[in-house]
């Protein structure tokens, strides 16, 4: 399985972006799959996640109510939908999948994520 995300940007504070996280190879229908941040000189953290069979989502206390992951199977892909962006959110963004406990299994562990994206840059600053 390769990941690749896209959609990220250089956005005014308040601003929306929406990053996409594309599978290849074996079906994204497949694994759980999380989105995860690393900004400068801070250590990568869970941003949200979503079950396999899409019942079931997490969020950092940080970002709850401004961000929405989806996901749309048929199309192999995972989305963050940001909005109310803030220079906090200022970080490589990752999205990784796993193949999980179970269908409705969902974790923003990193440890238990078996495939990861190169990344993609969100820069919020006026």
């Known amino acids: 399985l390769q990941l690749v995300e896209s959609g990220g940007g250089l956005v005014q504070p308040g601003g929306s972006l929406r990053l996409s996280c594309a599978g290849s190879?074996?079906?994204?229908?497949?694994?759980?799959v999380a989105w995860f941040r690393q900004a400068p000189g801070k250590e990568r953290a869970g941003v949200s996640s979503i079950s396999r069979d899409d019942t079931n989502t997490d969020y950092a206390e940080s970002v709850k109510g401004r961000f929405t992951i989806s996901r749309d199977n048929a199309k192999n892909s995972v989305y963050l939908q940001m909005n109310n962006l803030k220079p906090e959110d200022t970080a490589v963004y990752f999205c990784a999948a796993s193949a999980g406990y179970g269908s409705r299994w969902t974790s923003t562990s990193q440890g238990l994520y078996d495939y990861w994206g190169q990344g993609t840059q969100v820069t919020v600053s006026s």
């Open positions: 190879g074996l079906g994204l229908s497949n694994y759980a």
